[in-house]
């Protein structure tokens, strides 16, 4: 008995040809699914160099581990060639597609081609069907997803989806289920936009063979009783992620106007998570089987409508739409959220892209001429909101902002592209690595762009931080209290530990805010979980060693694309010092930051020109394959 079926769908949209791939057993065992079984059929079946918004590009949808009963197991993850990067694009979404995706019986979803008209895909159980979705194209995702149901007549389907901003190619487009679980990052509803894919469908009537359920209920139990006392997990169940704005911005670590500063009074009493349940939240929801429930909703009538059904807005976005951009109106906030989910838009890319524009529109580099009447100043709520809708419809100077951040700085230039805020092409999440060594590190050398899902804050084991964190990291060897603000070499090396975890948990499709060190489960609980789901004997190991693989897999892939050492770097705006607040003067040193990142790159034997793991190294992580196609690979080891 094992969760995985052996079946991988493969979708041809140009031809129109469903076929049926079926892994050998072993292929999961090392892949499981997820993000190394995306990047596998990436590295294989895609040429380098080919256009993200062309037919050429793949899509690939798994459910990974998806539909083990227990808090957190229950992602969807997709993977492409990001239209925002042009390198890896690895993004995961709660709610409920991933387990009925293994309820349906597929460890996966390979789309590629374009087909000639808007198409959705009609996955129930093992019938497999494109449709005509002429009649949805245009449509927000409430309507289009309501529609299918209706005429499918299957109100229980489940719809992974892209709203008029995928359609339009926005390039930091997302995909969204149940209107507000979101796979953000990196443009995979561009990809989906650019293939006439509307939707993916599924209903799933199997059951999930688990090769342990009496373990499984009794972890999620634990879950169930502990989690209301993790520091961590006790803010998402009453707040949501808004739970930490106020934190932050006291800490002096939110984001504010652009990352000049981070702090901004007043946020206590505006945008706050306490403000936002006192006078606007609703119950919380949950993605599948999760006890943490962490999924904030809100509702708001004046001065602007929000539909209840769209969610309300995380630490991410309430920083992103609002601090950053020096706005303090939660309403404002709350409806730019709503407005991104509906119409499929990034909510991150989307802010910051947003307080690229209000600082060029500060300095004078664009104008009420170039924003068609639109003051683009700081704090101004009502332009930032219509910006919204007119980035998603690529209206006016929407279309400009639309491109995200790097490339309107490019086409703007007059040195607008020294306060573009992203790596890699990918704009910030709301986290700044000046005062965090370990964030700056990560940052820089993430596959993604800037990223803030694949590892720890240094903050966290600091002597300040709850002693269980750093307790739970001990099976990773990371015993001692660490400065947050100190880049050094045993930072580094706590960082070597660490990301591997974080990807290998990823990969697999597992909630980064369920397992330690920070979170609930412990390591050995999550280890347990895999055992019990597979009937293999999972360890630790396995999983780290996955995450290493995940992560060679996609420098490689990136490195195809031109993506190398050179590009793991920081933007100028993290070498100037914080404005006025808690941490004024922070900065990051660039000389060192450049010594700590090469001895990374010898920690994980990353290669220092290209950017890759080394011929031995792959092989050791077991992809051999992918050694043997890098041209010149072996001779250059072997000489
Ligand atoms: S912790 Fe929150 S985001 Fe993660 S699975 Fe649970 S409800 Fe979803």
Redesign the pocket.
């Known amino acids: 008995m094992n969760l995985f079926s052996g079946k991988v769908l493969k979708v041809n949209l140009s031809t129109r040809e469903i076929t049926i791939d079926r892994p050998e057993p072993s292929f999961y065992r090392r892949h499981w699914a997820g993000a190394t079984q995306g990047f596998y059929y990436m590295l294989n079946e895609m040429e380098p160099g080919v256009d993200p918004l062309g037919p050429d590009n793949m899509l690939c949808i798994s459910p990974g581990i998806s539909g083990i009963p227990a ?5 969807v993850s997709i993977q492409a060639k990001s239209p925002l990067t042009g390198g890896a694009c690895d993004t995961l979404a ?2 409920f597609f991933g387990p009925e995706l293994r309820m349906a019986g597929w460890d996966g979803i390979i789309v590629s081609g374009r087909a000639d008209r808007p198409t959705y895909l009609w996955v129930s159980d093992d019938k497999v069907e494109l449709r005509d979705a002429d009649h949805l194209w245009g449509k927000d995702v409430g309507d289009a997803e309501a529609t299918i149901r209706e005429e499918l007549e299957e109100p229980r389907a489940r719809v992974l989806i892209i709203g008029p901003a995928g359609e339009n190619l926005v390039r930091y487009a997302c995909v969204v289920n149940e209107r507000k ?1 979101v796979n953000g990052r990196g443009g995979p509803g561009a990809v989906m936009g650019s293939k006439n894919l509307k939707a993916v469908v599924v209903r799933g009537t199997g059951d999930i063979p688990l090769a342990d359920r009496e373990t499984i209920r009794e972890l999620a139990q634990y879950f169930v009783k502990n989690s209301k006392t993790n520091p961590d ?1 006790a803010i ?1 169940q009453v707040y ?1 992620t808004a739970g930490y704005v106020n934190g932050s911005n006291e800490a002096g670590l939110l984001p504010v106007n652009n990352f000049r500063t981070r702090y901004l009074e007043g946020v206590d009493e505006t945008i706050s998570g306490e403000v936002m349940l006192e006078t606007i939240g609703q119950k ?5 089987a ?6 904030s909703v809100v509702s708001i009538d004046e001065p602007y409508k929000v539909d209840p059904q769209y969610g309300g807005p995380e630490y991410e976005s309430i920083g992103a739409l609002g601090s950053n951009c020096g706005i303090l109106d939660l309403a404002a906030i709350c409806k730019a959220n709503e407005l991104c989910n509906r119409y499929t838009m990034d909510t991150i890319s989307t802010g910051m892209t947003i307080s690229w524009a209000m600082e060029c529109f500060e300095r004078g580099l664009i104008t009420l001429e170039d924003t068609g009447g639109i003051d683009l100043s700081f704090g101004n709520a009502a332009a930032m909101v219509q910006m919204v809708d007119d980035i998603a419809h690529r209206r006016g100077f929407g279309d400009l902002l639309a491109e995200g951040c790097a490339r309107a700085a490019a086409t703007i230039g007059k040195g607008s592209e020294a306060f573009a805020v992203h790596v890699k092409g990918q704009e910030f999440p709301m986290h700044d690595p000046r005062g965090k060594g370990m964030l700056a590190i990560s940052f820089a050398t993430s596959d993604l762009g800037a990223d803030h899902t694949r590892m720890e804050h240094d903050s966290d084991f600091d002597a300040a931080a709850p002693p269980s964190f750093r307790e739970n990291a001990q099976p990773l060897a990371i015993v001692d209290v660490m400065e947050t603000s100190v880049l050094d070499v045993k930072k580094v090396a706590v960082h070597a530990q660490l990301a591997p975890l974080y990807a290998g948990c990823d990969s697999l499709g597992i ?4 397992f330690a060190p920070v979170r609930t489960f412990k390591l050995a609980q999550v280890v347990q979980l895999l055992s019990a789901a597979t009937g293999w004997e999972v360890s630790l190991a396995e999983i780290w060693n996955l995450g290493q693989r995940r992560d060679a897999m996609a420098r490689v892939f990136n490195a195809r694309q031109g993506i190398t050492s050179k590009d793991d770097t920081l933007p100028p705006r993290m070498f100037e010092p914080i404005g006025p607040g808690p941490n004024e003067g922070k900065v990051v040193d660039r000389d060192n930051f450049e010594k700590m990142k090469h001895l990374y790159y010898e920690m994980r034997n990353w290669d220092k020109e290209t950017g890759v793991p080394g011929y031995a190294k792959l092989y050791e992580l077991d992809l051999g394959w992918l050694a043997e196609q890098e041209e010149g690979m072996k001779q250059r080891a072997t000489a």
Do not use: I, L, M, T
């Open positions: 808090s957190g197991f229950c992602r709660g709610g679980h997990n998402h949501g919380h929801k949950a993605c599948w999760c006890a943490n429930r962490c999924k909630c980064v805010f369920v």
